[in-house]
């Protein structure tokens, strides 16, 4: 990897974990020279990765006056929250039961995640392969699109969801397992209980108020 890489993928990296960190209510601006000061980069890989979160839907370029980090209100939350929970219910119990190849894929994942437990852009990077693999599996192309243009609001979701409360990465694994737990036994209620329990968890933890702050240097 080039010096320029390594430097692009450290402000990325940067980035997108204090993005994750950012009170939802009310918008952020940041510049380009805050971001290379934090993380001892050139403003050209900054000016790069910032260009690769805006393509991802976290930010929002405006000219003339920095990086734009829009709030997420908590009619946003609940409505994603419930478009997650009606597209995935309905994979895990067409998924059910689930052959051994990709029970197999479930498990290599929350093994990822369990090793990125304290690297959370990591982390949430494999949950959300988690889960995008159990709504692929379903066969509905159509869905799993829809799916997938939600994912920009479940990032910055999913990183604040397990910034917030200790231990809910722990707790994000648990709730993983319980769902496997349900495909390997061929139970579609019992998948999808451990599902709706897995979001629905998630969902009060989204809920709860900001409080302090939360960034690269925890």
Known sequence: MSRKDSAQDVAYRWLKQHIGGLPRHGGTFLTEAEVAEATGTSRTPVREALLRLESEGLLQIVPKKGVFVPPISDAQVEAVMQARALVEDWAV????P???EFLAELERLVAEQE???EDPVAFIDA???FHRAIVRQAGNPVLAEFYESLRDRQVRMGLRAVAKVKNRAETVLTEHRAIIVGLRDSSPAEAGEALATHLSSTLAVLRLP????WGPER
């Open 127 to 129: 949950d959300r392969a």
């Open 93 to 96: 119990r067409r998924v059910t």
């Open 115 to 117: 090793a990125a437990i």
């Open 210 to 213: 900001d409080v302090g702050s």
């Open 98 to 100: 689930s052959s051994e």
